[in-house]
């Protein structure tokens, strides 16, 4: 059997430190005296009471090494346990929504996807919302940080390729793990409040710049405004969609940039392909847009950038009319949101170096097919990739997409629509955010679903953000045996 108690030692220690950030949100009602600040008081306690209690049973196992099996346990045990106790201040005060709601919220910001339930956010007490932002920027730097470290050396999903790199390469800056993560978050905070400035400089209004912010970085889409970034200027636009990028982007790259060492960011393989993707994708459909509406060039090609960049970044910001284009630009939309953003950053999807990696592997299998007696190596930014890695990424593959259809199916027998159905499934696997159909038309959220609908979404938000494997490693019981 698996021993808890370093897991319950360390989960403990994180509920608790969650519930001491929700003295912010609660210092901010009270300032405000809203009648809310109550919620967020009485949810700090618990959670602080309910972790510190369970680190303090499983204290005399601190400071143990986790094996692989103990990270698994503590990486799923996280994103189910965290959401929980976030979403007590939903159900507490304001908006008073059942515990399915709240955590349906809770686990949508803390998985930085930025699908909600609440309509009316503008309504909400400024607490509420300055915590729904607080979940995704707390969310995106765990993602970070998880990416990093904890999946290469589970070796999931082909993340593997990157544990030499991380620990070994990097090891004569960063020896250690505790040195990544301090100045990860250094990075994290220091891209975070650049972006509220640039906010606010721009016009934003204090709070919604603050909000916005914490949810921009950490590419989560939660926004105190119930018309998203419609309605902002311009050049508010065009910073959100630089910010969303930077987001989107490997952090190692910045903690290296930071020290001095930019070559590594400009000659990145994952990042060149992103940048170009996107590209593409903002031209094709600005250009479908001109030649099929009446709408202007740079109209056009803002509304494009933004909603195709929110998209693939799986940030969830909106903007303008683009759900309601159709067409081609709604199929350029799926295709480049399960591609999704970089590995090695808070955005999810199934990212652009296991996308790369497969068609490389592809080009190199037809070229066999084509010299069956000609060696061709398989190699990734001038690196070869193992079979292991290979096998792995191409395992992944065959998983998101079964997953995508299975759940697409799930919620489609809940009486959900086709079309609501479909993209439900695609905004939750690929933490994207954004919704589409029927459903979500009249409310922009996805208040309307059947109870089992939203828990299938639920389900799928955890397994995209810890890349698929991890549920189904810890779900077997093969797992629990010695």
């Known amino acids: 059997m698996v021993d808890l108690r370093p897991v319950g030692y360390v989960l403990g220690l994180v509920i608790a430190a969650l519930g001491v950030t929700m003295l912010i949100p609660f210092a901010t009602d009270l300032w405000l005296a809203n009648g809310?600040?109550?919620?967020?008081?009485?949810?700090?306690?618990?959670?602080?009471?309910?972790?510190?209690?369970?680190?303090?049973?499983?204290q005399n196992r601190a400071g143990r090494s986790l094996s692989i099996r103990q990270a698994f346990l503590l990486t799923v045990g996280i994103w189910l346990l965290v959401p929980f106790f976030s979403a007590l201040p939903f159900v507490i005060g304001k908006p008073d929504v059942a515990i399915i709601d709240a955590y349906f919220e809770a686990v949508s910001g803390i998985t930085t996807t930025g699908a909600s339930v609440f309509v009316d956010v503008d309504l909400l007490p400024a607490g509420v919302n300055l915590w729904r932002g607080m979940l995704n920027w707390l969310g995106g730097l765990g993602i970070a940080f998880i990416a990093m470290i904890f999946l290469p050396v589970m070796r999931v999903g082909g993340m593997q390729f990157f544990r030499t790199e991380g620990f070994d390469t990097f090891g004569k800056v960063l020896p250690r793990a505790t040195d990544i993560a301090r100045d990860l978050f250094f990075v994290y905070a220091g891209l975070t409040i650049l972006c509220m400035e640039s906010y606010s400089l721009l016009g934003m209004p204090v709070f919604e710049a603050v909000a916005h912010g914490f949810a921009t970085i950490a590419t989560g889409g939660f926004s105190p405004r119930a018309a998203s970034f419609a309605g902002y200027s311009a050049p508010i636009e065009y910073a959100t969609v630089i910010f969303m990028i930077l987001g989107s982007l490997p952090y190692i790259r910045y903690v290296q940039l930071v020290r001095g060492t930019a070559r590594p960011l400009f000659r990145d393989a994952q990042v060149r392909a992103y940048l170009g993707w996107i590209a593409a994708a903002v031209l094709s459909?600005?250009?479908?847009?001109?030649?099929?509406?009446?709408?202007?060039?740079?109209?056009?090609?803002?509304?494009?950038?933004?909603?195709?960049?929110?998209?693939?970044?799986?940030?969830?910001?909106?903007?303008?009319?683009?759900?309601?284009?159709?067409?081609y630009a709604i199929m350029v939309a799926l295709w480049i949101g399960i591609i999704g953003a970089c590995s090695g950053s808070s955005a999810a999807g199934l990212s652009v170096f296991r996308v790369q990696v497969l068609l490389n592997g592809l080009m190199a299998e037809i070229r066999r097919i084509h010299s069956s007696s000609r060696i061709v190596p398989l190699r990734y930014d001038r690196r070869p990739?193992?079979?292991?890695?290979?096998?792995?990424?191409?395992?992944?593959?065959?998983?998101?997409?079964?997953?995508?259809?299975?759940?697409?199916?799930?919620?489609?027998?809940?009486?959900?629509?086709?079309?609501?159905?479909?993209?439900?499934?695609?905004?939750?696997?690929?933490?994207?955010?954004?919704?589409?159909?029927?459903?979500?038309?009249?409310?922009?959220?996805?208040?309307?679903?059947?109870?089992?609908?939203?828990?299938?979404?639920?389900?799928?938000?955890?397994?995209?953000?810890?890349?698929l494997l991890s549920i189904f490693v810890v779900a077997l019981p093969r797992f629990w045996r010695a």
């Not at 600040?37 to 049973?57: D, N, P, Q, W, Y």
């Not at 030649?291 to 960049?309: C, G, I, K, M, W």
């Not at 199916?409 to 439900?424: H, N, Q, R, Y």
């Not at 299938?456 to 810890?466: D, F, K, Q, V």
Request: hydrophobic letters at 50%; glycine letters at 12%.
């Open 36 to 58: 809310n600040a109550h919620a967020f008081g009485e949810a700090a306690l618990l959670s602080v009471i309910f972790g510190g209690l369970t680190a303090m049973a499983c």
């Open 285 to 327: 459909v600005t250009l479908w847009r001109v030649l099929t509406s009446d709408q202007s060039v740079e109209p056009a090609f803002r509304e494009a950038l933004f909603n195709l960049v929110s998209i693939m970044s799986s940030t969830g910001f909106g903007t303008g009319s683009f759900p309601s284009w159709g067409g």
């Open 385 to 467: 990739v193992d079979r292991d890695t290979l096998d792995a990424i191409t395992l992944y593959l065959g998983a998101y997409i079964l997953t995508f259809g299975v759940v697409a199916v799930l919620i489609l027998d809940t009486g959900v629509d086709i079309e609501s159905a479909i993209f439900a499934s695609w905004t939750s696997i690929g933490n994207i955010g954004y919704g589409y159909g029927p459903l979500v038309a009249p409310t922009g959220t996805f208040i309307d679903f059947p109870d089992p609908a939203k828990l299938l979404m639920i389900l799928a938000m955890i397994m995209g953000r810890l890349s």
